[in-house]
């Protein structure tokens, strides 16, 4: 089993960056496509990006394409999310996910097989 651990969130001005990054441990960790879903208040929880074992293919979705990026480090067994150009309705808690066994993408809950607790990310206007 795979456990997560998600870091970097807080509180960013509109317009802003911030970088998430999470870590990876249990049964090896690199052979799992990762990702990132938000949960927004009052919403469902929605993908963001994901990144294939390799890195190679990644994912977005068209609500951060072009300012967010996702990127792995199957040494450190890291997964990170840079996200530009913050607005406010990026403010959510993000989760760190992986995929199952298997699995080739993690564009739905379904694909998903393991979450991080979730840290969350305020922008403000």
């Known amino acids: 089993q795979v456990q997560l651990v998600e870091s970097g969130g807080g509180l960013v001005q509109a317009g802003g960056s911030l970088r998430l990054s999470c870590v990876a441990s249990?049964?090896?960790?690199?052979?799992?496509?990762k990702g990132w879903f938000r949960q927004a208040p009052g919403k469902e929880r929605e993908f963001v990006a994901g990144?294939?074992?390799?890195?190679?293919?990644?994912e977005y979705a068209d609500s951060v394409k072009d300012r967010f990026t996702i990127t792995r480090d199957n040494v450190e067994h890291t997964v990170s999310l840079q996200m530009n150009d913050l607005k406010s309705e990026d403010t959510a808690v993000y989760y760190c996910?992986?995929?199952?066994?298997?699995?080739?993408?993690?564009?739905?809950?379904?694909?998903?097989?393991?979450w991080g607790q979730g840290t969350l990310v305020t922008v403000s206007s």
């Open positions: 996910v992986a995929g199952k066994r298997g699995s080739t993408t993690v564009k739905t809950s379904m694909d998903v097989g393991v």
């Open positions: 249990g049964l090896v960790p690199s052979s799992y496509t």
């Open positions: 990144i294939s074992v390799s890195g190679v293919i990644v």
